[in-house]
């Protein structure tokens, strides 16, 4: 048989385990602040039916679906693109047995025909929690609250949740007289602000066809409205004051002005840090199913190893049900962490509690000898029984200075070994690898030792 060369497809990488400790200890972080929330875990399968994915991203989202088809299958399939779309087809699917509102997480990896790049993967874990079955805004500034909690049970501080609504963008495009295909490029053409400057800004609408007479109405209001600091509750309320008069009498922007006035006003009776929110009117999420209030967390970093990009978002999508549901749509609100970005930066600083060790061993049971072996395994028995996560030397045991060289090159901080006397004695010897340190126990003793080291 031909041998291959050991390589992956472009944007999937491994993780060993070492890598996988630090990403289970986040992911367990955030699961846990989801609970705490009480959001209940959902799973759903990594393929759906094509017909179920397709429709619902828009255009530009779309040809990053990877499709899957099997010889002896006539089903049509595709790899799950977000965890959004199968959260409605089975609630959709398995209404009967779920109770309103319905709240629920998934952390589970998804696949996108994207350009890798730091921080970006054609295969990643998203970490997702939404709400099914409530129209208010508490819903909304609840999940805001939720990614805030979320973020900061990692470490973070030094982030912003941008929020804005799309039905203010709709009312917006009104304003400056953009509708119907147009309104798309508006939406394509601020989303890119950060990325183009205004300027760019301004010569996309153009290029999109906006008369130059509302780029120029639209462009001013921006302005108008990112000028000076743009964190904190307070300065949101105040620029939307600000647009509240300018857009008057514009039904979509006034529905969507009012939502956020009530959100940001939420947010403040549920003790979410000020420097924490930034309402940002340039801010508009790519997926086409969001139909109001939309978030997204940003690092507010200087260090060129961490711009990886937006870090959460999320928003309401309340049409997304009825494509699945008879009796029409219900309303959903969500949001989702960018887990393969957030540990790229906690990689680069060091994020993680210094008790999380490169291993998922907390002790090597070393053979003195082959003779000895039967003994090492009672031992290694009798530590696994009591709920110790204990590993016995397996292969030649001629050198018992390998067998503690190979603990320590793992990083299990602790080594146990049974010698002929301390045997025939009942003890048995300890040996802390970071100190150095060694103690001679009785067996009862010795594993009560191991139980309160690794506790």
């Avoid at 699917?93 to 993967?121: C, K, M, N, T």
């Avoid at 029409?328 to 609100?333: E, M, Q, R």
């Avoid at 600083?349 to 210094?354: K, L, T, V």
Wanted: with cysteine; net charge negative; aromatic share 8%.
């Amino acid at each position: 048989m031909k041998k291959l060369d050991p390589r992956l497809p472009t944007g999937m990488r491994d993780s060993l385990p070492a890598d996988m400790l630090r990403r289970q200890y986040a992911i367990n972080q955030i699961a846990s602040t989801f609970e705490r929330f009480g959001y209940e875990p959902l799973q759903t399968p990594v393929m759906e039916l094509s017909e179920t994915l397709t429709g619902k991203y828009g255009e530009d989202a779309e040809r990053l679906i990877y499709f899957a088809q099997h010889a002896r299958s006539e089903e049509q399939l595709a790899l799950r693109y977000d965890l959004t779309v199968p959260l409605v087809r089975a609630f959709a699917q398995h209404e009967g047995q779920i109770s309103l509102p319905f709240r629920r997480y998934q952390i589970a990896p998804v696949w996108r025909a994207d350009r890798p790049q730091r921080g970006r993967f054609r295969e990643f874990f998203q970490c997702d929690a939404d709400v099914i079955g409530v129209a208010t805004i508490d819903a909304d500034a609840e999940v805001v609250n939720l990614m805030d909690s979320a973020l900061v049970s990692l470490g973070f501080d030094d982030f912003a949740i941008k929020i804005s609504n799309r039905k203010l963008l709709t009312g917006i495009g009104v304003y400056a007289g953009v509708e119907g295909e147009a309104l798309a490029n508006l939406y394509k053409a601020i989303d890119k602000l950060d990325k183009i400057g205004m300027d760019g800004v301004k010569k996309e609408l153009i290029q999109g066809g906006i008369p130059a007479e509302s780029v120029e109405k639209l462009i001013t209001m921006f302005e108008s409205v990112q000028q000076g600091d743009t964190l904190g509750i307070k300065v949101g309320l105040e620029r939307l004051e600000a647009l509240r008069q300018q857009l008057q009498g514009i039904t979509e922007a006034e529905i969507g002005l009012g939502e956020l006035k009530n959100l940001f006003a939420m947010l403040q009776s549920l003790g979410v840090a000020d420097q924490h929110i930034e309402f940002d009117i340039s801010m508009v999420r790519g997926l086409s199913y969001y139909t109001g209030p939309i978030f997204e967390a940003v690092l507010r970093s200087g260090d060129p190893e961490e711009r990886v990009g937006s870090i959460g978002g999320g928003g309401r999508y309340d049409d997304l049900t009825g494509l699945f549901r008879k009796q029409g749509s219900l309303p959903v609100v969500g949001i989702s962490l960018g887990i393969e970005r957030l540990i790229v930066i906690m990689d680069n600083r060091e994020m993680y509690p210094s008790s999380l060790n490169r291993t998922v061993v907390q002790v090597l049971v070393a053979v003195f000898n082959d003779t000895m072996r039967p003994a090492a395994m009672r031992f290694v028995s009798e530590l696994r029984q009591n709920g110790i996560r204990a590993e016995l030397y397996l292969g030649p045991v001629n050198k018992l200075g390998k067998q503690f060289a190979y603990a320590d090159k793992k990083g299990i901080p602790l080594v146990a070994l049974i010698a002929p006397d301390e045997d025939a004695q009942g003890l048995v010897k300890l040996k802390v690898l970071s100190s150095q340190q060694e103690s001679t126990l009785a067996r009862a003793d010795a594993v009560q030792r191991i139980r309160e080291f690794v506790r």
